[in-house]
């Protein structure tokens, strides 16, 4: 059975998603990177250490630098989120840092630094993404964006109504992330190609489980229908 839809406000931009068309509007919608840094997509960070190959990563950068592009260039909000600990790890439970056995744990030096310490190289964002000044950066002790970090507060500052997800890993920190905003009241959409997971399988089962059940989770679109939905630049003065 299908449900009439109200029709969205004009103003909106109608991106075509799973599992139905998701009303972006322009401005409110902030975008989300979630974690793009050295430690989890380059060779000597803490996702190498886990065992993983971090290849697997690579393929998000160029789909989030177009987001990235997209949402600079019409002046709309944008959060860069960078999963970290002080240097005395005292934001580190014991229970996060003891888990498994890793070739190096949380705090350890390797190639790139302390993994995941604040202020070591393997922490930064990767070069392509790198946050403008102005831009807002969260520096989140857990696997999701809001616990413990001021994001709430700064998304009700920045007006921010709706949340448009890219990042890493896609089973790990982003969907944590978006199962926060959505029991926060948030609408999130998932930007296909922009996300990546060190197992190729959990990015699409992950995919599956946001979108089913009539969007329990959130929305899902490939970058071009989110790209195509935009509204055009203003031209320049
Ligand atoms: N290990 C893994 O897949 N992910 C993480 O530990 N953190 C994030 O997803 N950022």
Redo the contacts with the bound molecule.
Sequence with gaps: MTTARPSPPADVATVRARPFDFALQPGRAALVL??MQRD?IEPGG??AA?G?DVRLLEAAIAPARALLDAWRARGWPVVHTR?SHAPDLSDCPPAKRGRGTPMLRIGDAGPMGRLLVRGEPGCEIVPALAPLSGELVIDKPG?GAFHGTPLAAELQRLGAAQLVFA???T????QTTMREANDRGYDALLVEEATA??FPEFKAATIEMIVAQGGIVGWAAPLDAVLSALPPLEPRE
């Design positions: 979630i974690d989890f803490f996702g886990l993983n999963e696997k990042g890493v890993t089973e790990v920190c982003v997971s060190y």
